[in-house]
């Protein structure tokens, strides 16, 4: 063989080991082997009839009018709606459903290559999903809740300002009870004009209590939530909130105008530990940072502003969660822990805030940030009120603290676990100790 001809066959061979596995992969890759089993896990939860998404995909039918737009909002990682920083702070996430870069290449991939349908044997079995008037907590549980709560009747006009729905409740316990689980549900008709529904809990506190937990003055401290990615909160094994005798919820429904009368009502379901049982954790809700929200917002015409809130630990804790609130300005929020020796640890950052989407971001058992006490969380709020912020309605206009959307402030929606010293040298040995194991294997 010339050398010409040596040439030619290993640039030939060169340009088959480039192109080859591209294009295999561009004509394996189907909807009903690759792509559905990807949409059933991280997209028909809201991306089905009936639900909030604006299209179904769930069938073939459904998706493919529809593949350009999905490849777009998966490589850009706009869809499915998370937006924790991936680059930095913690990782691990129990109720993760964003999309792997290999699961992002199989969409861009399908999409590239038609979007062929596949062979239909391939496809995985529907999911059953539930109806829209259940309890979501219901099949976890076991059972249905054990007290539900609900707010009077508010009807709102077909045309109007949004409004904001807090009346006092009470909750109708006579003892004190312990919480696992909590769902708040507004009815199916109110979910029309329901923006979000925070719950709040007003009751005695005592010596011990952790007071500073209840910051959401006058409403009490942060029981739980209702919006877009949030339907209410699972307490790990052995933790729970603690509702006392005579305790009241304070409702605080945002609700909006649809062009129609809509009566609405929220329930607060709620599942009790057994009578009798304490669990060996107290949470505390908490609204990290809502205090200095509105003692400090102030967001000048036209400009990108910072601001910052730091939260002193008066005991050891463990974060449960990170769910950053904003408003339509709202740009981005870290979340730091500042240590009592001065080091500084990047918890989450979240990138690009989204204030269509409340994600609450629920840490793993073996990832939730376990801190000293004297740890000070450090919030970094970032608001973009400049022309450049394609959901902000006048940059022009000088923004303040309100309740309003089109208003403004930060805070963070955090339970924390206070637990003792010991408590807290234990299971940072305990951690320490599966890491060795988990390295040397």
Partial sequence: MTQTVRQMVGVSFGLILAITPSVFAQTDVTFTKDVAQILQRSCQGCHRTGQMAPMSLVTYDEVRPW???IRTKVAERSMPPWHIDKTIGIQNF???????????DTIVQWVDAGAPHGNPADMPPPVNWPDDDVWRLEERYGRPPDLIVSSPPWTQSSEGQDQWWQPVVDVGLT?????TGVEI?????????THHSNVYLQQEEEPGDHTPAIDVTPRGSYLSEFAIGKIGDVFRENTGKLIKAGAQFTFDNH??????????????GIWFYPKGFVPKYRVYGQALGAQQSQATMDIPPGKVTVHHAYIPLDAPARLENYQPHMHIRGKAMSMEAIYPDGRVEMLNHVADFDFNWHVNYVYTDDSAPVLPRGTVIHLTAWHDNTAANRANPDYRQWIGWGQRSFDDMYHAHVNVTYLTDE???QIIAERLAKQRTNDQQ
Avoid: C, F, M
Avoid at 185 to 193: F, G, H, K, Q, Y
């Fill in 67 to 69: 593949a350009r737009a």
């Fill in 94 to 104: 129990q109720n993760d459903l964003s999309l792997s870069t290999s699961e992002i």
């Fill in 175 to 179: 003892e004190d009870r312990w919480v």
């Fill in 185 to 193: 549900r507004p009815s199916l008709e109110a979910r029309r004009v």
């Fill in 255 to 268: 609700y909006h105008s649809v062009g129609e009368d809509v009566t609405a009502t929220t329930d607060v």
């Fill in 423 to 425: 408590d807290y040298e």
